[in-house]
């Protein structure tokens, strides 16, 4: 069998699965309704003649061979340096959450589970805790006594005061008399000389005053660190049993909550196990906090130059439309491999994305420096090679439900993009997905045919010169 055999048979294959793929298609267009032959005029027969490369493509077509369109971009191709990468989280997207006290663990999230700031995550009861709140109450009770020992104090320096005033008004009443009391004048002399003294004790109980509120906030503090509940909320009055008790005297279950939203990551203990601290119970991620390491040649730093920005765009993949980059900032690594000649480089998308998760792969579009200006670009997929040619469609700007095949006058191609010197406009498609099977329909044996159009099956039927 001749390869232009196998090349037919082949052909012949292809347009028969489009055909079954199609059925009930199929169906509704069961043939060709020939026209009968009329006579043409000069301007009919020229302008048959100029549409042989144009193909009807309706929209049952389109959607039978998945054929999808891009727009014609303006891109600097020449100078564009892609480096291949993949995304992975941020030093700071991960958050540990441990035991700040040994005891029991209660779970209340499971792995995977969205979370938002403020949610519990497991509660734990601890033989600790009842000494932290012993330290609290202890505490509270020395600035009770610190307060009554004032109230003592200061009670005897307002007795000490008034004896004395009074023992000098008698002592004045007798002098104008001309009589002298050495017994009153001796016990004024002693009540005087006692207020230094009261006035110290004072001073002394003050001072226990303020070192019981030290250990009370000390107190208060340590068992603050162990519960992450904050100082004034543990220490707010609330009723409890018609009294007004603080709140860490009701605290049985200490409460771990997360302080930021996201999803949880590892459940490192089981549910009623036994920890010792600080034993990791639980550790949450922010899958938004994501950047991208590339791994460059060491030969592009020269051209790579103080390039601050570039875009990570996505391999190429179903559904994720070619165009669809973001915007990153970028900056050049600490690490680089003498042996293999690369250089890491690190970029912080400025938005997210769907396909954008760690772990996946992507590339990295950096412009270098140039005085070349951008050139019209259409994917490299866009480009099938038919024999010795290459060939792209233009969707017809006059008719959407037509496509042109154009013979590629290729430029620069960075095997992703590649520049086209002529034949395209800014405002122009091209067929990105189904380009080949437009290649196989408008080709015979490696000769274009003369023009024609799909079926709603997706097959082909070519134009006949009758």
């Known amino acids: 069998m001749t390869t232009q055999t196998r090349q037919t048979t082949h052909i012949k294959r292809l347009k028969t699965a489009m055909a079954i ?4 298609l199929t169906m509704l267009h069961s043939g060709c309704i020939q026209e009968p032959p009329q006579s043409t005029g000069p301007d009919q027969d020229e302008a048959g003649s100029a549409d042989t490369n144009r193909i009807d493509i309706p929209a049952t077509v389109r959607s039978n061979l998945g054929i999808t369109f891009v727009s014609v971009e303006r891109r600097r191709v020449d100078s564009t340096i892609r480096v291949p990468g993949a995304f992975e989280l941020q030093p700071r997207a991960r958050r540990e959450y441990r035991m700040t006290l040994s005891g029991e663990v209660r779970l209340e999230v499971d792995q995977y589970q969205q979370i938002e700031a403020g949610d519990v995550l497991y509660r734990f009861r601890s033989p600790r805790w009842p000494e932290l709140q012993h330290e609290i109450i202890m505490g509270e009770q020395d600035i009770e006594t610190a307060l009554a020992e004032i109230d003592v104090v200061r009670a005897r320096i307002s007795e000490s005061e008034r004896r004395l005033a009074l023992t000098r008004d008698r002592l004045s009443s007798l002098s104008d008399a001309e009589i002298r009391n050495a017994d009153l004048e001796a ?11 009261i006035g110290a004790e004072l001073r002394q109980a003050e001072t226990k005053l303020a070192n019981a509120h030290r250990t009370r906030e000390h107190a208060l503090h340590r068992a603050s660190a162990a519960t992450g509940i904050d100082e004034s909320q543990l220490s707010q009055e609330i009723e409890h049993d ?4 603080p709140s860490y005297r009701r605290i049985d279950w200490i409460e771990v909550r997360a302080s930021e939203s996201g999803v949880v990551e590892t459940l490192a203990l089981t549910d009623g196990a036994f920890a010792d601290s600080p034993s990791l119970v639980v550790s949450t991620i922010d ?7 590339a791994i460059a040649l ?7 130059g103080t390039a601050e920005t570039g875009r990570i765009v996505p391999p190429t993949t179903p559904g994720i439309p070619i165009g669809d980059g973001v915007d990153s900032s970028i ?7 003498p042996e293999q000649r690369t250089v890491t480089l690190l970029a912080t998308p400025v938005e997210s994305r769907a396909w954008i998760r760690p772990g996946v792969s992507a590339f990295l579009e950096v412009v270098a420096e140039t005085t070349e200006r951008p050139a019209l670009a259409i994917p490299r997929s866009a480009i099938v090679k038919d024999g010795i040619t290459h060939v792209f469609f233009r969707r017809d700007p006059k008719d959407p439900n037509k496509a042109i ?5 290729m430029g620069v191609d960075d095997g992703r993009w590649v520049a086209i010197n002529s034949g395209l406009s800014l405002q122009d498609e091209v067929v990105l997905d189904g380009a080949f099977e437009l290649k196989l329909a408008t080709q015979q044996s490696g000769v274009m045919q003369k023009g024609g159009h799909f079926h709603a099956d997706g097959t ?6 009758e």
Not at 187 to 197: K, N, T, V
Not at 331 to 337: F, S
Not at 460 to 465: G, V
């Open 287 to 293: 899958p938004t906090q994501v950047r991208f390491r």
């Open 187 to 197: 016990q004024a002399a002693e009540i005087e000389a006692s207020l230094p003294r």
């Open 242 to 245: 018609g009294q007004m008790l």
């Open 331 to 337: 900056m050049i690594g600490l690490e680089a491999h």
């Open 460 to 465: 082909f039927h070519e134009e006949t010169d």
């Open 21 to 24: 793929a199609s059925v009930s």
């Open 298 to 304: 060491q030969a592009d730093l020269v051209r790579l």
């Open 405 to 409: 095949r154009v013979e590629a006058d």
